[in-house]
C-alpha cells in the first residue's frame, strides 16, 4: 500500500491526505465515539452523535478526546513541549560522538519475526505504532517489507508522525488493523491497562502486538513517566493475547550503566551539570551496554532486565492469575 499523493485537482479531500492512505483513512474514526469521518480542507469532522471537528496540522489529523486524555488539541496546534524534552547543545553534542549507555539486542531479531508473521497473512497489512514520532530501534526492518503499512502515531508531531491520537481512546474501527507497535511507549501513558483494552479493542481477530516496556529504567519522560512492569507484571498487561514470544528487552549491563549516570547526575545543580554528568557516563560507562550480548537471556539476568518485550496474537482467552505465576521460572 503506497503512501496517497496528493491530488491535482482542487479536490479539497486529496489536498489533505499525503501521509495517509486511503486504505487507513477508511478505518479512521472520532476518538469520542468512534462513528466515521468526513474529511475537509482543514478539518476532520465526526459524523456522529457528537459532531465534533478535529483539525489538520501539516496533513496530520489531530484525533485526541481532550475529555479524557492529557494532552489538548492546542498542545498541537501551538507545537508546545509535552513528551519531547527539549536538549542543550552539550547533550547533542554528546549525543553525536560518544557511544550510547544502553543496549538493546533483541528488537532487530523481534521485528524480523513480527515481519515474517506479517507476511505470512499473504496481503498488506495495517500496522500502528504507537509513539512513532521517531523511529524505534530496530523497527527499519519493517520498511522494507512491502507487505507492511506503517500508521506512524504519536500525541506531537515529529518526523515521521502521519497521525496524532493517544493510545487511551484509539480513533480506529473495531477489529481494523493487522499489528499495533509499542516500542518503549506503555511506561510514559498514564492508564496501560486502559491503553492494552484499545489495543486489543482495534486488532483483527488474529492481530499481532510487539511491546518493550522498561523495568529497570530512571525516568526518562519527565512529567510523562508513569510505570514499570516486570516480566510477569507485563505479561498480565497482555493478558488477552496468545503469547508467541517473550523475554529480556536487555540486561543488567544496562541498567548498571545508566545507574551509574544517575547516580553522576544526582550531583548536579544545574542543567549544565546534569549535561555534564551523561557526557562523563557515556565517556567512561559505555562499555557496560557490551555485557547484555551474553547476558540478556540467561535465566539469572532475567529479574534484572531494564526491560522486557512481549510479542503475542489476539485471543478472546483471558490469562488467569494462577496461570500468571505459575509461567515464573526461579534460578
Excluded at 522494507?144 to 515521521?160: H, W
Aim: hydrophobic fraction near 40%; aromatic fraction near 10%.
Amino acid at each position: 500500500m503506497p503512501r496517497v499523493q496528493p491530488h491535482t485537482d482542487g479536490d479539497a479531500k486529496g489536498l489533505i491526505t499525503a501521509k495517509l492512505t486511503e486504505d487507513t483513512r477508511s478505518v479512521l474514526r472520532c476518538p469520542k465515539c468512534k462513528s466515521t469521518l468526513n474529511w475537509e480542507l482543514r478539518f476532520v469532522r465526526c459524523s456522529g452523535p457528537c459532531k465534533s471537528a478535529f483539525p489538520l496540522v501539516d496533513e496530520v489529523p489531530i484525533l485526541i478526546n481532550e475529555s479524557r486524555s492529557i494532552f489538548t488539541i492546542e498542545d498541537c496546534l501551538e507545537r508546545r513541549q509535552t513528551t519531547s524534552l527539549a536538549e542543550s547543545p552539550i547533550r547533542r553534542v554528546a549525543k553525536r560522538i560518544l557511544p550510547p549507555l544502553g543496549s538493546n539486542p533483541k528488537s532487530r531479531d523481534n521485528y524480523q519475526a513480527l515481519g515474517k508473521l506479517l507476511a505470512a497473512i499473504g496481503r498488506p497489512n495495517r500496522v500502528l505504532v504507537i509513539g512513532g514520532r521517531t523511529l524505534g530501534t530496530g523497527m527499519d526492518i519493517l520498511l522494507g517489507n512491502p507487505q507492511v503499512q506503517l500508521i506512524e502515531s504519536d500525541v506531537a508531531l515529529g518526523g515521521r508522525t502521519a497521525l496524532i491520537c493517544d493510545a487511551h481512546d484509539l480513533p480506529f474501527a473495531d477489529h481494523s488493523l493487522d499489528a499495533v507497535i509499542a516500542q518503549a511507549v506503555l511506561e510514559h501513558v498514564a492508564d496501560p491497562w486502559r491503553c492494552a483494552n484499545e489495543i486489543h479493542r482495534v486488532l483483527k481477530p488474529s492481530g499481532l502486538v510487539y511491546a518493550e516496556t522498561p523495568f529497570m529504567q530512571q525516568v526518562h519522560g519527565g512529567r510523562y513517566d508513569f510505570t514499570r512492569f516486570t516480566a510477569l507484571g507485563h505479561r498480565r498487561l497482555f493478558r488477552q493475547f496468545d503469547q508467541i514470544d517473550a523475554g529480556s528487552g536487555g540486561g543488567p549491563g544496562t541498567v548498571l550503566a545508566w545507574s551509574y549516570f544517575y547516580f553522576l547526575r544526582s550531583f548536579a545543580r544545574s542543567k549544565r551539570g546534569v549535561d555534564i554528568a551523561a557526557a562523563v557516563a557515556r565517556l567512561t560507562g559505555f562499555w557496560l551496554r557490551y555485557v547484555d550480548f551474553f547476558l540478556v537471556d540467561r535465566p539469572a539476568a532475567q529479574d534484572g532486565a531494564w526491560g522486557y518485550f512481549f510479542l503475542g496474537r489476539r485471543s478472546d482467552n483471558v490469562l488467569s492469575d494462577r496461570d500468571l505465576i505459575a509461567i515464573y521460572k526461579d534460578l
